[in-house]
């Protein structure tokens, strides 16, 4: 019996050489997911091969879907084509999932499998801003929840949002709110002193608080 996970198979030596080699003889026999991007592909897809702790395998497009994973616009496993809107969706979820890590446009293009130009052009349109300034959107709402809901240390709050350097993150952040974080921070703390606390927004996954 094949062992398998919980998000798929775990890849075979057979299968990942065909990945690498892209061996059209193995399409439709497989189809494998890369755990990052949450994208499945075939095995003779064009696109980057991802690395082999992020391969996992399916047998169907109908499992790879079923657990999430997203077709390929470039190699169309499931005989479909990708939409903009659904290319534009899956782009939209890698960013929110790996905002904190170093992004680039090549970067979110290589891990949703399309030029960078064309996915730049396809995520303006459906989505009205850039790729970067999207990143940008994202970790700045992940900054104010944190520095308005934690005692998180102000290097921690610009690990957490991906900037290894505070100074950077405390520019980045007053270039987009107008005033930097612990300025931010000690605002709000005066404005709930006045009015009262405020129950934390919905939606929004809890931080510990770092004394």
Known sequence: MMASDAKGHLVTVEQWRAINERDQS??????????????????????????????????????????????????????????????AGQTERFIRTHYPETLDV??????????????QQ??????????????DRV??????????????????VADRIGFADPIAFSRFFKDKEGVDPVRYRG?????????GPTRAQPNQQSEPESE
Request: with cysteine; net charge positive.
């Open 139 to 156: 970790r700045m709402d992940r900054a104010r929840y944190l520095l308005g809901h934690t005692r998180l240390l102000l290097k921690e």
């Open 187 to 195: 605002q709000l703390r005066a404005s709930r002193r006045i009015s």
């Open 26 to 87: 193995f399409d439709g026999l497989f189809f494998y997911g890369d755990r990052h991007a949450h994208v499945y592909c075939r095995p003779s897809c064009p696109s980057l091969v991802p690395k082999f702790n992020h391969v996992t395998v399916f047998f169907s497009s109908e499992e790879a879907e079923m657990l999430g994973y997203g077709p390929c616009r470039r190699c169309r496993p499931n005989g479909k084509e990708v939409s903009d809107l659904e290319w």
């Open 122 to 135: 396809v995520f303006i349109r459906i989505y009205g801003v850039s790729l970067m300034d999207y990143v």
């Open 106 to 119: 090549n970067r979110i293009a290589e891990a949703c499998h399309g030029p960078s130009s064309e996915l």
